[in-house]
């Protein structure tokens, strides 16, 4: 596609459910990240994908959420039992290979509610 | 502990007053700096990637330069679309992600 895709661009959820997020990168980067940004906070790393494994999981605030993408393309976070703590919005940038200049998508604003 | 520190934290110009932002990290084995342009609601937009001390990158109004401790966002004469968060990020020698400074907010009043 011409960019990176997320949806839902956002998402009201209540305390406990769980949520998906997706990314749809710019097609043929093979590299994929996923970050957060809290209000008036700067970027936080949450996880790498090169193809489809994830070598870096590194940022994961916790076993509640997960990642996985498939085909080298779309890739879904997933949040599991959701707390008010989580909400943030949720970008995803891909890029020709790991290192280069990364785009970002618009972002995923979540609210726990 | 690796950090990437910008200043200042925000940042009023009127319209045609040029200034620079600053990006300062101590961090190990530094692949490449990159610099983004953030508008409210939107994800970052990309704008420089430098990757060794004495390279300059242009665009328009903005020029970043890189020495061994710091870059620099140059804005000459900027307008009103100017305004926006200004990130710097930079990649580190054996991760892939990108850690990001907490940026500057800046206003151009016209």
């Known amino acids: 596609g011409a960019g990176v895709s997320q949806s839902p661009s956002n998402k009201v959820t209540e305390k406990g459910k769980d949520v998906e997020l997706r990314c749809d990168p710019i097609?043929?980067?093979?590299?994929l990240y996923w970050y957060r940004q809290s209000l008036g906070q700067g970027l936080e790393f949450l996880i790498y994908?090169?193809?489809?494994?994830?070598?870096?999981k590194s940022g994961l605030p916790s076993d509640r959420f997960s990642a996985e993408r498939t085909g080298g393309s779309v890739s879904t976070l997933t949040i599991q039992r959701t707390q008010q703590e989580d909400s943030a919005v949720y970008l995803c940038a891909s890029s020709s290979r790991g290192g280069a200049e990364a785009f970002f998508g618009q972002g995923t604003r979540l609210t726990v509610v | 502990e690796d950090q990437v520190t910008q200043s200042p934290e925000a940042l009023r110009l009127q319209e045609g007053e040029s200034s620079s932002l600053n990006c300062s990290y101590t961090?190990?084995?530094?692949?490449?700096l990159f610099w983004y342009r953030q508008d409210p609601g939107k994800g970052p937009e990309f704008l420089f990637t430098l990757y060794s001390a004495g390279e300059e990158k242009e665009k328009e109004r903005l020029k970043a330069t890189l020495t061994k401790k710091e870059s620099f966002l140059h804005i000459t004469a900027p307008k009103p679309e100017d305004s926006a968060t200004y990130l710097c990020a930079v990649e580190l020698g054996s991760a892939r992600q990108l850690t990001f400074g907490s940026g500057t907010q800046l206003t151009v009043l016209p």
């Open positions: 961090v190990s084995g530094l692949r490449g």
């Open positions: 994908f090169q193809g489809n494994s994830a070598p870096d």
């Open positions: 097609s043929g980067h093979t590299a």
